[in-house]
């Protein structure tokens, strides 16, 4: 080696030590939560909605001290809402980044990276994951703040039955979400005494839906939509321009702000879905959507889950502090610090204030009780809701019919 390369070399060995030790100095004074979402496709309106709600939760963790006295910081991956999306997003997320907790994933990502989040001891939150597959499979390092889609598609027959005996369904095929909510909406329908007639499959590559709306009409006017957003859209602008006369039932991909501008009102009081509700009168949430509503100029939506984003950075945050600041230490303490043993706690500061006292705490958080058990699940309460005047909004609360399962 000569002199020149013997002096680059010794150059680049001391800027590695300031600067890894310029890096462990970052790493020492902030704490990093990933947010894994779709920011754009299918899941761009729920993940963009959820990130605000997701900041301010971080915002109001900083203002109370942060973590163990430590920054919370926010890197946020968008995942396309694809499957290939989250694995490539969580490598970076994780491997890259060092986050100790991801939030804000969606039902596929979440089940494919079910193994590597416990290889890598960080732990996944879902708000609003409802594939079934996580009522059993969950509860290692996964956690989710929603019931799941064997709820929602219990409670969709129910709302169907009341409204007609017969239904079908157009089901996008390929997806967990989409599948799986109509093998439980056509179940529970059956099971109710109802008569589902037929289930038309249809890809996102499908350029015109006039032939399967056509099949599916015929056998029945009273239909599931069982897709994608992308493709709901499209579905949908097909039905009102061939003037189709029917009910309509909404899985929670499909429930969102564009579709409730559809048509310029024809799907007002026609299309029905089912999302979580939430008590609009408690100091949380109370809490939540006024921080919401100062931040994006507009009040928390009945169908975007953003008290569930709001909620698992609280969650996680409380979960880190009562313990080691590390993936294995909010793993071991979320249950801690989310009851239902405990002193009742409201926020974030409230919760530092109890745990710093020696006590245990149980956070009750905008989306209301949180209560996971051994799989990490928890129980919602829904609302049936409708789109009116472009914005969806609540026409009911909804009791699950256990006979209906």
């Known amino acids: 080696m000569n002199r020149n390369l013997k002096y680059l070399s010794s150059v680049a060995t001391a800027l590695s030590v300031v600067l890894g030790g310029a890096n462990l100095a970052i790493a020492q004074d902030t704490v990093k939560f990933g947010i894994l979402t779709g920011m754009s496709g299918d899941y761009g309106p729920w993940g963009q909605a959820g990130l605000a709600a997701a900041q301010i939760a971080a915002d109001e963790i900083n203002e109370a001290g942060g973590i163990n006295g430590k920054k919370l910081e926010l890197v946020v991956a968008d995942n ?40 890598s001891k960080v732990v996944i ?34 709302i169907a039955l009341v409204k007609g005996k017969d239904a079908g369904a157009i089901t996008q095929g390929g997806l967990d979400a989409t599948e799986s909510i109509t093998g439980v909406f056509r179940k529970s329908f059956e099971k ?28 029945s006017p009273n239909l599931l939509v069982s897709t994608g957003l992308e493709v709901g859209i499209r ?16 899985i929670p991909e499909i429930i969102s702000q564009e579709v409730a501008e559809l048509g310029s009102g024809f799907f007002d009081g026609r299309i029905f879905g089912v999302s979580p509700t939430y008590d609009l009168e ?57 009851g239902p043993e405990g002193e009742k706690v409201f926020s974030y500061a409230d919760g ?7 006590k245990d705490i149980d956070y009750e958080g905008a989306s209301g009780p949180i209560d996971f058990n051994e799989y990490g699940n928890v129980v919602s309460r829904y609302s049936e809701v409708t789109p009116r005047n472009g914005e969806w909004v609540n026409v009911s ?9």
């Open 282 to 338: 408690s100091a949380s949430y109370k809490s939540f959507a006024e921080r919401y509503s100062k931040k994006t100029g507009k009040q928390p939506s009945p169908a975007m889950y953003e008290p569930n984003y709001y909620d698992q950075i609280i969650l996680l945050a409380l979960a880190a502090t009562a313990g080691d600041v590390s993936g294995q230490g909010i793993r071991d303490n979320l249950v801690n610090v989310s």
């Open 80 to 119: 396309k809402s694809t499957l290939e999306g989250a694995v490539s997003g969580w490598k970076r997320l994780v491997e890259v980044e060092g986050v100790i907790a991801v939030g804000g994933m969606e039902s596929d990502g979440a089940l494919a990276l079910l193994q590597e989040s416990a290889i």
């Open 192 to 219: 109710g005494g109802g008569q589902f007639l037929n289930d038309t499959h249809v890809s996102a590559d499908t350029v015109s839906f006039r032939g399967d709306l056509d099949q599916a009409v015929n056998a």
């Open 125 to 158: 939150m879902c708000p609003a994951c409802g594939t079934p597959k996580l009522k059993t499979l969950g509860g290692d390092y996964v956690f989710r703040l929603t019931g799941g889609d064997d709820d929602l598609g219990v409670i969709l027959a129910q």
């Open 352 to 358: 530092v204030r109890e745990l710093k006292a020696g």
């Open 235 to 250: 579905l949908l602008s097909d039905y009102q321009r061939r003037n189709y006369q029917g009910t309509i039932y909404a």
């Open 397 to 405: 609360s909804v009791e699950l019919n256990p006979d209906l399962r």
